[in-house]
């Protein structure tokens, strides 16, 4: 049974006083990493507060801003796996120190720009990799190593530090942007940036075993560091991942979801409401009031995900994104009305409520390697959030309206609850003996038959 949040006493030597550390490591691990996550969802946030003003001083059609926001979504997928597996060879710290430099590099970079591809370099390659670096495979791993107990509530905990980055960024965003200019906003999260370096090597650490502790709740299995390069790591649990039925369904969920969320609401939400007349600011107040609901839904689902079959949730949690988003065009107006602050309610609750339920299943499916392969799914979930952000400027620059793209995004989420609830299909996997050490329930071991 495990023993709570209290450290044994650990006697240093036959002459030292016994010391009790009465907070386990775990926790002021966790707290680094929601910090550093915070900062991360606040910096990604900055091109949907960003996309009118850039468009009406240089005259950039949104297809074309947007066109960096898809290559910010999509190296902040791609960068994950390869994070994630960097982080397993040089550690966590390493890791997170030089992708906070790498965003405060960029958003400081971009007052300097007056052409789109340098738009493009800054906010699209490198405020992406930096910001793909500390991304939800790096909750994966925070967790799997840290918490023996308590998983699914500490992914939700730290999936939630997305919302709050986002509730803390966006209207301080928008209100820099429209009083000072977007460029004050862009060295500010530049300076934010910076400012967590010192936490980050200070506090974060890469295993219980270099406190000489054990995680919290007991004992877990950490794989041991493969004499490989990271790429290499990385590209070997995709090849093992890419053989199971389980894999290809979590990807193709988590890109609608990506689509869903980040790709199409994240980016392109504050435009729609300023095309029905909304203020920016009350725009970004209302985006920022789904990361307050998405707190509490991210909080709940991982809770949930430690008493409920992950798949079942997943597909609650596509289907009723999907009916929300089909009556999204007819709730803008000018104004804050009643109908729209509920979408704003249910919608937040379930904006990123499917990240526990899937850092799990990969867990299941793929046992240690899980972390990694999770990077993979999650980077699917941002190739479909790029597509989702340059299809739906295309939409608005040749429609005059973005109805279409939250059809469209309804229609595809209620395709990803069906993918999800094919993965009950998939159950048999767990019966079917021992899994390969490293590998995972998708891989089960050779029977010698």
């Not at 390659?125 to 925070?142: C, D, E, K, P």
């Not at 000489?212 to 004992?219: I, L, N």
């Amino acid at each position: 049974m495990a023993s709570g949040p209290l450290v044994r006493p650990v006697r240093a030597s036959q002459n030292d006083p016994v010391t009790t550390r009465r907070l386990h490591p775990a926790w002021l691990v966790a707290a680094v990493a929601f910090t550093a996550l915070i900062g991360a969802a606040g910096f990604r946030a900055t091109p949907s507060v960003m996309l009118q003003p850039l468009h009406d001083e240089f005259g950039w059609p949104r297809g074309v801003i947007a066109a960096a926001v898809s290559v910010n979504l999509l190296l902040y997928g791609l960068t994950a796996p390869f994070a994630a597996a960097l982080m397993e060879k040089l550690g966590m710290r390493w890791v997170v120190a030089a992708a906070l430099l790498l965003v405060s590099l960029g958003s400081g970079l971009t007052v300097f720009m007056h052409a789109s591809w340098q738009l493009i370099l800054c906010w699209g390659v490198l405020v992406g990799l930096g910001t793909g670096s500390m991304a939800l495979g790096f909750v994966a791993i925070v967790t799997n190593r840290w918490f023996a107990k308590r998983r699914g509530l500490i992914t939700g905990v730290l999936t939630a530090a997305g919302a709050t980055g986002q509730l803390i960024f966006l209207p301080l965003l928008a209100t820099l942007t429209g009083d000072h200019g977007w460029r004050t906003a862009a060295l500010v999260v530049s300076a934010a940036a910076l400012a967590v370096v010192p936490l980050v090597w200070w506090r974060l650490r890469d295993r219980p075993a270099d406190l000489k502790v054990t995680a919290y709740g007991g004992e877990v299995e950490i794989p041991a560091v493969s004499p490989g390069g990271a790429v290499r790591n990385a590209l070997a649990a995709l090849r093992q991942a890419a053989r199971t039925r389980a894999f290809w369904l979590l990807a193709g969920g988590f890109a609608i979801c990506g689509a869903t969320t980040n790709g199409l609401v994240g980016t392109h939400f504050i435009p729609a409401a300023h095309d029905h007349g909304m203020g920016e600011t009350t725009a970004a107040s209302l985006l920022a009031l789904v990361g307050v609901f998405d707190i509490v839904g991210t909080i709940v689902s991982g809770w949930l995900t430690d008493r409920v079959d992950s798949r079942l949730l997943l597909g609650t949690y596509y289907g009723l994104r999907g009916l929300s988003l089909l009556v999204l065009p007819s709730l803008f107006a000018a104004t804050a009305h009643p109908s729209m602050v509920v979408f704003i309610l249910f919608y937040g609750l379930d904006w990123v409520a499917t990240v526990p339920p899937t850092v799990a299943l990969c867990r299941e499916y793929f046992g240690t390697s899980g972390a990694v392969v999770f990077g993979w799914v999650f980077a699917s979930h941002q190739f479909g959030a790029a597509i989702a952000a340059s299809a739906a400027g295309l939409v608005r620059d040749r429609l005059g309206d973005y109805d279409m793209a939250w059809y469209g995004a309804g229609a595809l989420a209620v395709l990803a609850s069906l993918l999800s609830l094919m993965l009950l299909a998939g159950r048999r996997l767990q019966h079917e003996g021992p899994a390969g050490p490293g590998i995972g329930l998708a891989f089960p071991a050779p029977t010698g038959r």
